[in-house]
Structures are given as structure tokens and as C-alpha cells.
């Protein structure tokens, strides 16, 4: 049985890590989809599709169910974003999301839908790691040790930082 | 003469009629152009553009006056979006518009441009139903029957809801 | 039953008119498809998709069968050009096609296709037509009446020679 | 030594004239990028990229050093937004910019980047100029006459004005 | 090191494979970019980006070599066409492609490139196979078990077929 | 007066300028289009924009006459192109073209198109100039010495020639 998730991962963190190896053990092989693969370096968004699957890879690697990592970017066009997904991705059996309207969207197709349980969802969440990188406070006990690797080399913190500057001007 | 509307129509509603056997005292013929046709399955934006010109066009065949209903996306783009509906569209006399952005880009390239009147705006409003929609509040008395059944036979009200479940995590 | 034709329509003659209304005969509303929509001003393609559903519509108004026509551009992405045009007009039971890409797009969709029966295929193409207009031969007998009133309206014979005049330079 | 500037200019001011002419004595040309160009007739952003260019010759050709006035549309895509600007300008030395992204998708791909000084920011900015000709308030004074002159010829006040009446309904 | 390949696979045969496990033998992980990605269902393209990336990962999965395979479409836009794949994957060190467009561009931007040796050109090639289908010609010789195996599970052989009808009508 | 001349100016000849001068003795101002703004690193199309840019403005500095040089992207949208073109540039009353495309959509828009008299069109052509390039011949001597050092200064006849090689290989 072939499994699809799908998720940001501005970062990739230990939630994210918990909800794969739950299904790694549901499924014989996992698709992930790296959403909004075009944006970055927003507050919201901070990596790169590259960075991101970088990030993901580094980490399950060493596990031994079989995935595929595929970014896919926003097309705002609900309606056929289930199958531009499909014309991308081998085909799938059932779909892991905890986005109501990731789950609409694959449920008005015909797909099984699951929402995966959360892992200490106040804490384990990209918008709070994003929030302790601008206030310096530990993110790193948040994501996976190669995810912090990663994110040292490509002075993520620093980029995120440089972003939130209130210098912003209107021309 | 040939009159030009422009909605979005989520959903077809009873003001929307009203406005529109108005106008058809008044044309010979009216182009209907269903807005943003690319947006569907958001709270805002429930119907498919498909699914919103089967509700008008259910609703107007039984009277006289000829039609035709077009889908137009939106382009994001102000400056060209008048030639971009001309391009798809015959040629027209007069714009029926409540928007003064939509009034505007007509009236800048040389159309006559009225704003109908509305017909008791508080409750017949897209809003209004949508509303009324999640509440379990009584939405159908809003919208002419044929309407209302075509959103039950796609499940109309069952979609809203389920995109409104408090659940999005962000990922 | 509601059927569905997708053709380009450049420009609407006699042969669409003949599949067209053999169609009406069996379906009891008709979706008609005008395509590559955003295709103007060239040899191939040279009427815009406004000046096209103005020629089917002047056509067909005087017959008893209902219609839609849905002006849908290319997006250069076969594989999901059909969920598309599924966005963009009510729901049908039946496509017809004489090209081998739409059908096999619909099939692999699980539509019910048809491939029309053609009447006198090599007069009535848009392609001899077009070509007669560049060549002051009879176009005219090939077309609707109400078609070659449009086509004079909008000097679409002029348009066609202007375009054809061989003194385009390569900058 | 070649300098860009990016701006959007709704529209150009005294602000950005006193930015300009600091920058004329440091380099040998100046490249002004128009960004946003795809946007128009919105109160954020009323004027078009070639209104906003006429504006910006018009106030510049007087002065001796040599520049070149670039539109750039939004891409939504920040990590490829500089090549793509690259692609569309000769190459440059020096970047100015008031805003942390720009600043920092230039910084990230190796460029010098400054920040200009900014010249009484509190009322040489769009957005206290767009609220006073809302206002009938005296907006003439922030703009260098040439610019006000275009203003006044393409009813750029009226067209604000007509833009923010309240009578949007949601259809 | 992690090596980077370009191809389309239209589809994934011996020679293809025969170039990857040399790759293989020089680098740590190999990133595979399925380009045109949008492309599917003509007789050049006949497979989608999904059924491609199928094929791959059915014949590299028993391989040690660490991999991944990500879709790409094409953007028509060589000078950004790089950044925007560099946007999308992990870092790399070198490309090996055969093609000398994919070759200049990488090239320009500072990569080192290599041309990989072809193993038997003329009959391991996408062309030869999908003549050899088109033809009721042994094909299956040419492609790996796992590949020949998912071409029937989808009808792929049908598919090119019914593309190639020749009853293509010029609307 | 305003003049608007359009072009891609691949590369930017001594035909080009003849006639751009020729322009400039009539005009007030001329608005140079760098047309196919997206093109480059093709046979057809060598250049990129801001190359082109580079290689018309270093030659025309020189002279009196004010000018704005504006890239502008195909859009494939014939019937949209003149006001997508007239949304990014300023006002004009007189266009030069040379294209039959080009001059039949101007004039559908009401504006007075004068077709520019060409110059030894046999050898002051760009297919002549990239083709003495790839054949070591004499291409110096059909542009002004300008844009020879812009193309040396880019390697731009290396770039043609790598990507002439026959070594394409289809995936």
C-alpha cells in the first residue's frame, strides 16, 4: 500500500518525524509532498523546496520504508489541484492530512482520508520554531539534529531575522 | 442591445434574479459572466464555476429573453482585464455592476456603466447564505428552488461545512 | 442527457452546423466547447473567441435545443485538461470528437465518446475556408449566412490578408 | 560603476527624487525598477507601470546622468525573483533598497546592497499622498510638478476616488 | 557528492539505466529530474511525470545508491531555468546531461558538467521504443521488466495507439 | 511626438539603427520594445533581455534624441498584446513595424502603423549575423562596434556555437 502525505515543512520537526514513522508503519511506501514549493524566504515561509527536501531526506534516510519526496507548488485552483497532484506522483492509496481542506479536496475524489494524531501540537509546530529562531531561544530541541544542521549552513536563522526587519518601506 | 453582468454568483440567489429579470426588460440580449471562475472549495468561494453556471442557467432557460453565460477568470491584473473579457465575449452596449472597481475599468475604456439596484441586501447576499449555510439556518428560502437542489445534489451545504472544521494545522 | 462538443470554430460553417444539429437530435442540452480560446489573429486561428460564440450563437438561437457555449483556453497539460473543463461547465453524459486526443483524454476519464459523423470533409474545414478568403473564392456558401454577416462586420477577410502579407522581418 | 534601484512608485515623489539624486552622484547609471508593474486601479496601488514610467522620465530627463526605466511584474516567487531580474537588465554593481527582502534576496546571490536614506518619511511616502487626494487635502506639494501635471491628465484623483467608493457587493 | 541527471524519460529504458548505475558508481546520491513534467498523452510524451517517476523508482529501488526523483516542468525561460531547478532540489556538485542546451546553461552558471556515453544509441532511445509500440514491434527488450510491466498496467501501449489515429479533424 | 518601434534584436544590427535613426529625426521621443523578453540561449534567439538592453542603449547614448527601452514578454494572446504592451509604457502616437502581425493588431486599435524602410535587408539581418557567427565569418562588420564588444565581453559566439552542438539526445 502506497501512502501520501502532505505538508509545508517550514521546517521539517520532530511532529512531522512522528507523524511519518506512525505511518511507516501503516504503509509499504510513503509520498511526500512538500507543499508551496515555490515560496520562500517569506516570515511564514522561510526555505526553499530544495532546502526543505533537503531537510526531510537527511533525516529519513536511515529508516527503511521506502519514500518518495516531491515538492509541488500552489496553483489556486481547488477544483483540479487533486489531480495536477496525481499527473505528478505515482498512484496512492490513502492520504495522511490535517488540513480540512486537503481532506475535502481528495474526499470529493474518492480517496481514503486520514488526519493524523498530533504530537504536543503547541509546541512541535513550524510557527513556533519559526517564533523562538527570531527571539533566540532553543528551536533546535524542536527539529531533528540534521535539520539543525542544515539550517546552521544555510544561516536560516539569520535569513528569517533579516526578513522580520521593520524597515520595510512603502515607495 | 446587448448587456453585459459581471458576479460571482456563490451562489445563485434570489437577488441575483431579481437584478437580472430587471435587466432583461431592458436588452435584447444579456451576457452573464460567472468571476472568478478558478476559485472554488474556500468559504468564500464554495461552487465550481461549472457548478454555479448550472444553478443560472437553471433558473433563467424558463424565461424569454437570450442569454449567455461565460466563465472568466480572474487575472490580477486591472489594467488589461477589460480587453482580456472582451476577447472572450461579443460585443456589448451597456455594464450592470455593483463593484466600483469593475465600474471603474469599464468606464475608463468608454462604457456606459449603471449600478443596478439592489433588492434587500441584508439577507440576499452570498454571505448571508453561506452563513446561513453553516448555522443550519434556513439558506433555501434565499435562493430559487432549482438552485437549492443543486446544491444538495452536490452536497453543497456538507462541503462548507467540512472546509470550516477548525482543524488546519499548519504543517 | 447533456452532451458535449469541443472544436476551435475557425470559423463556425456548415459542417459544425450539421454535426451540431444532428447532435440536438440526442441529447437534450448541448454543451459547446470553443477552444484555444486565447487563439487569435493568425493564419490557423484567426477569429477571436468572442467573434467565434457570437457566430455559433447567432446560428443556433433559432433552434429548440438548449446550449451552452463555454469558451476554455489551452493550458498546454493533457493530462489534466479534462478535470479542467469539468471545472469550468455543468456536468455531461456524452462527449463528441473528431480528434484523437480528446477522445482518448475523455476515455481514460471514463466518458462515453463519440467520433461525429462529417459531412463532406473537404469542403467544410475551416482550413478551405480560410484559404478561399485569401484566394477571393466563394467562402461564403460554406458558412451560415449569419456567420459571413459577422465575418464582413469585423473585416475578418481583411484581417486574414493582413496577416498573410509576406513582410514580417526578422528583427 | 551601474546602480539599480527598486521601487513602485504610486506614486513617484519627492522622496524618491531626493533618494535619486543622492544615488546620481555615486554611480554612472542608474537602473529604476518599476516592480508590481502588472498592478493598477487598486487603492494601493492606483497607476499603471506606463504611467508610473512617464512620471519618472518626466521628473528625470532634465538631469545629466544616464538611466534606464525598467517594469518588472510581481512573480510570487522569491528565490528565483533575481535571476529573473538579471534576465531583463544589463548586469549591475550596486543594489538600493528600503525593504528587508529585497535587500536580502540580492544579499543571498552576492550583491552589495544599501540602504537609502530616507527623506522626511512621514509625509513623503505613496501612502500619505493617496490619502490626501482621497482627502482633498494638498497632495500637489509632495510630487514634483511634472508628476503632478500627468496626475491631473489621466484623472488620476477621480479614478482613487471612484475606486474607494463603498458600494462593492459581494455578489 | 551529489550528482545531478536531466531527462524525460519518455520512457525509462536501458540505456537510461545503464547510464544512472555508472553514475552511481562516482557519486553518493544521484538526483534525478524528470523534465517536461507536464507533458503526457502525445506521441512524443506519452507518459505523465507520475508514471515516469514510477518507472524509475520501480528499477532504482534495489540499487544502493542513494536517490531522488523530482519532477520539473518546463518554464520556456532557459536564462532562469536553472535557478528555478536550484529552487526546487538540494544542492549538487556536478550534472551530467546530453544535452548541450541543459549543458550551456549549467555551464554559465558555473557547474561542472559532463556528457555521459551512450550505450548503444540507436536502438536504447525513447523514439525507437515508442516506434516499436506504435509498430507491434518487440519493445520490451529495450526497457527494464518493472518498466514493460507498468506500460501494460496502463494501457500505455493503447494509449499511443489511439493518439496516433490519424482522424485528427481541423475544427 | 511619441513613436513606439518594436523588436528583438537578436542581436541589435546596424539595419536597426539605421532605421532607428531615421525614426528619431521624426519623433520627440521614441519607446524601443525589446519584444520576446523571456527568449534567450536558443539559435533564434542567442541574447538574453538585458543583454539586448545593453547592446541598444550603449549605442544610442550618443545620440540627442530621448528614449526608453521597455522588455516586453510574449504572452501568446494576440488579441490581449497591444493593451498588455500599452499597461507598461507610456502613451504614443505612432508605431514602426516591419511585422505584418504586429501592424494589423495596432491598427485594430486604432493607431497609425508606418512600415520602416529596411536597409541592405540581405545582410543587415540577425539569421545573417548568427550565422556568420557559428561559420567564422565576418558578423563584426553588421553591428556597431558597441554590440561586438558586449558579445565578446559575454562569450556570446561560444554560446551560440556550444548550443549548435548535435550531440541533443533524446531522453
Avoid at 533566540?136 to 539534529?145: F, G, K, T
Amino acid at each position: 500500500m502506497r501512502g501520501l502525505i502532505v505538508g509545508r515543512f517550514q521546517p521539517f520537526h520532530k511532529g512531522h518525524l512522528n507523524i511519518i514513522l506512525d505511518i511507516f508503519k501503516k504503509v509499504d511506501e510513503l509520498i511526500i509532498v512538500v507543499g508551496s514549493a515555490q515560496k520562500s524566504h517569506t516570515l511564514e515561509n522561510p526555505f526553499t523546496a530544495g532546502e526543505r527536501i533537503l531537510m526531510i531526506d537527511s533525516v529519513l534516510k536511515k529508516y527503511d520504508t521506502h519514500y518518495l519526496i516531491i515538492p509541488i507548488k500552489d496553483i489556486e485552483y481547488n477544483s483540479i489541484w487533486v489531480p495536477y497532484l496525481e499527473s505528478l506522483i505515482p498512484k496512492f492509496d490513502i492520504v495522511f492530512s490535517g488540513n480540512s481542506l486537503v481532506r475535502e479536496l481528495f474526499k470529493e475524489r474518492g480517496y481514503i482520508v486520514k488526519k493524523p494524531k498530533l504530537f504536543n501540537r503547541a509546541i512541535y509546530s513550524g510557527k513556533e520554531i519559526r517564533r523562538r529562531m527570531l527571539n533566540n531561544e532553543n528551536w533546535e530541541e524542536l527539529v531533528p539534529e540534521e535539520v539543525a544542521k542544515i539550517i546552521k549552513d544555510i544561516n536560516g536563522v539569520e535569513r528569517l531575522k533579516n526578513l522580520s526587519r521593520d524597515d520595510y518601506y512603502e515607495n
